[in-house]
């Protein structure tokens, strides 16, 4: 995931149901983040899965680990 690299911030107001805001107030108390961070974090990610034509980048990492480590067994499969 990119990171969105900015100190520049715009304040926005909204709605959400307040047991998934408990949840993530909860998830930034355990990470030692602040709630903004995990807010912006989620925003990014979703903004990537759904603007983007092609595999995020950790995805493609992971196919590329797998393939280095079982591409015997996948051309095995393949037969």
Known sequence: MEAVMTSAREKFSSQADPKLLAKVRTLADK??????SIIEDALVEY???HQNDRPRAHVMEALGLSMKEFDELYKKLAK
């Open 47 to 49: 903004l990537e899965r």
């Open 31 to 36: 990470e030692g983040r602040q709630f903004q």
